[in-house]
């Protein structure tokens, strides 16, 4: 499946960029193909696309702080959950996003 995230946390610095590598890296080891848009203190990074996002099959957003462009995955299956748990339980949010 295909899946797009976004991450943030408070600071911005070191917990938005540790999520985002877990997702991708849990995403890729249960054979998942994952992008990930960082909103952190350098502001956004590898921001996804349109096309990104129509095409993923799900969205995982994991933040602490309100999300930049949210609009952008209405009528999108969306998994929100506090960016710890990206980093705590990876394996367990795309178990959880499929059943939203």
């Known amino acids: 499946m295909k899946y797009v995230a976004l991450t943030s946390c408070p ?4 917990h ?3 999520a985002a590598e877990q997702l991708k890296k849990t995403g890729k080891k249960l054979g998942h193909d ?6 952190g203190a350098m ?3 590898d921001q996804l696309s349109a096309k990104d ?3 993923a099959d799900a969205v995982i957003i994991a933040c602490d702080l309100p999300v ?8 999108k299956r969306i998994l929100e959950v506090p960016v710890q748990e990206a ?6 949010i795309f178990e959880k996003v499929l059943a939203v």
Do not use: C, H, S, W
């Open 87 to 92: 980093l705590k339980n990876a394996p367990g």
């Open 68 to 75: 930049i462009g949210r609009e952008r995955f209405d009528g």
């Open 16 to 18: 938005t960029y540790m």
């Open 53 to 55: 996002i129509q095409e």
């Open 34 to 39: 994952v992008k990930v848009e960082t909103q």
């Open 11 to 14: 600071t911005g610095i070191a």
């Open 43 to 45: 502001g956004i990074e």
